[in-house]
């Protein structure tokens, strides 16, 4: 497997949504702009989180986005832009390795034209 040059970097982004259709939304805007190659819905996603002092307990949807660390910053303002919640979770997670064709295919998806 090739090397990725720093900006073109694969990431992980996790981040949880209240509904599938929020998802969906998020998602599909995500990927119309070009800051996501792909994002994975996983609903059943079971979240015990302190909140304003108290824990709670919440179904929730887990979204598996790829991107580049280049993309990371932008990714991130239109996922807080989109979302509902006032702090969504935004996680990157650099990824170890890459298949050399998934990586071609995510980074071509990511280019715009």
Known sequence: MAREAAGD???VVL???GSTDEAAR???ELVERRL????NVLP???SIYRWQGKVEDEAEVLMLTKTT???FEA???????LHSYDVP???ALPAAAVEAHYGAWLAGALRSG
């Open 36 to 39: 996501a190659a792909c994002v």
């Open 69 to 71: 660390r280049d993309r």
């Open 9 to 11: 970097e694969t990431l």
């Open 75 to 81: 990714l991130a303002a239109a996922i807080r832009e």
């Open 15 to 17: 981040t949880t949504v």
């Open 26 to 28: 998020i998602a599909r």
């Open 89 to 91: 979770e935004i996680v």
């Open 44 to 46: 059943g996603v079971r």
